[in-house]
């Protein structure tokens, strides 16, 4: 297997885990109604960029799956989103909202490390496929990482001094 082979594989599987947790930190502060929506619109450019590296991968003999099918809600699901209610806007839920966002962070500027590499080789290859994916879906990993500092950003000065 190739470094790209590589490269290709674990930016997948990275994309198809930064969805599930986008998907999951927007259940968790479902009360935070803008964090809430916000997640779940940028959780969609994960899922397809995972389709999208799937369709590539095919192309250098990779069997990528496509994206994770979401989980069915059920009795954890249900209870969590009863806590959130109940917990609203306490000083803790917003630590937890700083964890999940300095965590979704982290993830996304791993998936624009890996992008970047693979920009790199395409370049050097020549592999025009391979370019044009990532000028595709590169962009919306870089709004995906403004996005998690800005909330860091706006939320930590109040949430961090205030407990």
Do not use: Y
């Amino acid at each position: 297997m190739s470094g790209v082979d590589l490269t290709l594989r674990t930016l997948h599987d990275d994309e198809r885990d930064l969805e599930q947790d986008l998907l999951a930190a927007a259940e968790r502060h479902r009360v935070e109604h803008e964090f809430h929506h916000i997640a779940t619109d940028v959780a969609r450019w994960s899922r397809e960029h995972a389709v999208r590296l799937a369709a590539l991968g095919r192309d250098h003999g990779l069997a990528l799956s496509g994206p994770r099918e979401h989980p069915s809600p059920g009795a954890l699901a249900a209870l969590r989103e009863k806590a959130s209610q109940a917990l609203g806007r306490r000083p803790g839920t917003g630590l937890l909202l700083l964890q999940d966002l300095r965590d979704l962070h982290l993830a996304a500027v791993r998936n624009s490390l890996h992008w970047e590499m693979l920009a790199q080789a395409a370049q050097a290859t020549r592999d025009r496929d391979l370019l044009e994916l990532v000028s595709a879906c590169h962009p919306q990993t870089l709004r995906q990482m403004r996005w998690t500092n800005t909330m860091i950003k706006v939320l930590s000065p109040q949430l961090l001094v205030s407990g």
